[in-house]
Each structure stands twice: as C-alpha cells, then as structure tokens.
C-alpha cells in the first residue's frame, strides 16, 4: 500500500471519526444527559458544601461535551485507518469493508469493553476526589494492556493458523486472551467508591449509557469508514460514455 493510499485512507477514518462523533453526541445527550443531571442532583441534596462553578453545567453539556466527544472520535479515527492499512489484507480473506468492521468491533472490545467491566464509568458524585488520579491510571494501565493483549492474541493466531486451520486457531487465541485478562481483573486493584445510598438504577443507567455511546461511536465508524475505504480501494469501472453507440454483435 503507497503512501498515497494510506493519506487517503487516514483522511477518510477521521471524516467517519467525525461523523460517527456526532452520532454518538446525539446518543450522549439523549441517554447519558439525564442521568448525569440526576446524579448531580443527588450530590447537590447530600453535600454540605457549595462550590463555586468553574464551568457552567450549560456549558458543560453542550459545547463542552460536543467538544470532547467529536474531538475523540476524529482522533480515534485516524488511528484505526491507520490500524487498518496494517491490517488489511493480514488478519483473512476479507473486503475491505469486512476488515474495517472487524478492526470497529475489535476496537470497541479492546479499548473500551475490556477496561469498562473492570473499571466502569461512574456519574457525579460517585467516586473520591482524592482517589482520581490513581483510578484514572488504572483504567489507562488496564485499557493498554487490554490493546497490547489483542494484538498479540491476533498474532498468535496467526502462528496457530497452519497447524491447528483458521479457526481452531482462533478459538485457541480468543481463550488465551481471555485467560490472561481474567488474570489482569483478579490482581489489578479494584475500586469500589460508590456512596451507600447512591441509587442503583441511576447508577445501571449511566453504565449504558456511556457502553451505548461508545458502541455507537465504534459501530458508525466501521460502517461508514468500510463504505469509505471499499470505494477507495476497489473502484467500480466506469461504465460506456453517454450517447456513445455500442457496437452490434456479428
């Protein structure tokens, strides 16, 4: 793949990046919004102290979350085209559209399913302001482990593959991958700040909310950026010129 096909496959990840933003922006403010304004509430009716806003709660829901999330998924977007052009071709006999949804699907189980079940996203409220930086780390440690261990998953697979055929080589990658990250779940720290009486249902609705977001984010992309790349790649033939006559058969 020329250098010139690869720009132009990382140009088309970050316009699917971007697109597939907005999408999940509309998921976030329609799911994850009102969760997010009842968890404040309920910090706002048990805490004694009153903090001054730094960033209006306006502010904060708008530009501020559109920000984050289309900046993210631009960025994203650019680094699973390039992911891509390494992949194609290298993980089976796909289309390039198959590989860009498989490379989506991968993406959202390595980077954000994985490290989410150990670590899950929390509302307002939940967690210790003293304790953030340390769960912050955490998640990050969990979620490049989580990266690395896929890739080498995919690899030895690979390995497998002329020995054991396609696909009890991948049965055999996808349960070391799974031993080693049940591994990781048991002896990583595990972080419980939720307040007692914090409700439980609030809390189970901004958990999937924020999986929805992310799988609609991932799931976006692959279908658009796939789109993308197979008109980049596998060009369809131009048909017979306009008002050109077709010669007739003898």
Wanted: net charge positive; aromatic share 10%.
């Amino acid at each position: 793949m020329n250098s010139a096909t690869v720009r132009n496959l990382l140009v088309r990840g970050m316009i699917a990046g971007l697109v597939a933003g907005v999408l999940a922006l509309v998921v976030a403010y329609l799911l994850g919004e009102p969760n997010v304004d009842k968890a404040i509430g309920f910090e706002a009716a048990h805490s004694h102290e009153h903090e001054r806003e730094v960033v209006s709660r306006s502010l904060q829901s708008t530009a501020g979350r559109a920000t984050g999330v289309l900046v993210y998924g631009v960025a994203f977007g650019g680094i699973a085209a390039l992911a891509y052009c390494f992949a194609l071709g290298r993980v089976g006999r796909f289309s390039p559209r198959a590989t860009a949804l498989l490379l989506s699907g991968c993406a959202l189980l390595a980077v954000y399913v994985v490290p989410f079940l150990k670590y899950p996203a929390n509302p307002p409220s939940v967690g210790d302001p003293d304790t953030i930086g340390k769960r912050t780390t955490l998640y990050f440690l969990m979620m490049v482990l989580s990266v690395l261990l896929a890739v080498a998953a995919a690899l030895f697979g690979k390995r497998l593959a002329p020995s054991l055929g396609t696909w009890w080589a991948t049965v055999v990658a996808v349960a070391a991958f799974a031993v080693v990250i049940a591994l990781a779940y048991e002896f990583l720290p595990v972080v419980n700040e939720v307040p007692q009486h914090f409700p439980a249902t609030l809390l189970w609705r901004f958990r999937l909310s924020a999986l929805a977001v992310q799988a609609v984010l991932w799931s976006g992309f692959g279908l658009l950026f796939g789109e993308l790349a197979e008109r980049q790649l596998n060009p369809k033939p131009a048909g017979a010129a306009p008002g050109r006559a077709v010669p007739a058969a003898h």
